[in-house]
């Protein structure tokens, strides 16, 4: 009974860091690609604006930030699985994987506040 949902919620969680990192390492595509949603309607100087060049250290920002929430899952997937072969009465998550994941969250909050910056539409 509880065994089998605890296994499970490991499967889900590491499968949630999976579905994180692949969403990121689209999102680092996209940039890299200056693809947009609705279309590329940039004004004539658009290559001229200061947050122009930002596009390759953007990527890689969050290409490593996807290798990050891969090894963490992998981490925090490990660890609770060896829990369960040592027959621990309760699963705990570790101080790390929140610090990490904080961070993660972190970056990808700030990669928002720049995306919108960059385009002009706030500020």
Do not use: Q
């Not at 609705?38 to 290409?63: K, Y």
């Not at 090894?71 to 101080?95: K, N, P, T």
Request: glycine content about 8%; charged content about 20%; hydrophobic content about 50%.
């Amino acid at each position: 009974g509880s065994t089998a949902r605890d296994y499970f919620m490991l499967e889900r969680n590491f499968l949630s860091h999976s579905r994180l990192a692949l969403l990121l390492s689209l999102l680092a595509s996209s940039v890299l690609l200056r693809a947009r949603l609705p279309g590329p309607d940039r004004p004539e100087g658009h290559e001229t604006h200061p947050n122009f060049g930002l596009g390759i250290p953007m990527a890689s920002l969050e290409v490593a930030a996807a290798f990050v929430v891969i090894g963490v899952g992998y981490w925090e997937y490990d660890s609770g699985v060896r829990d369960m072969r040592a027959r621990r009465a309760f699963l705990l998550s570790s101080e790390p994987h929140l610090v990490i994941m904080g961070l993660v969250a972190a970056v990808i909050s700030t990669m928002c506040i720049v995306f919108l910056a960059r385009d002009g539409d706030i500020g």
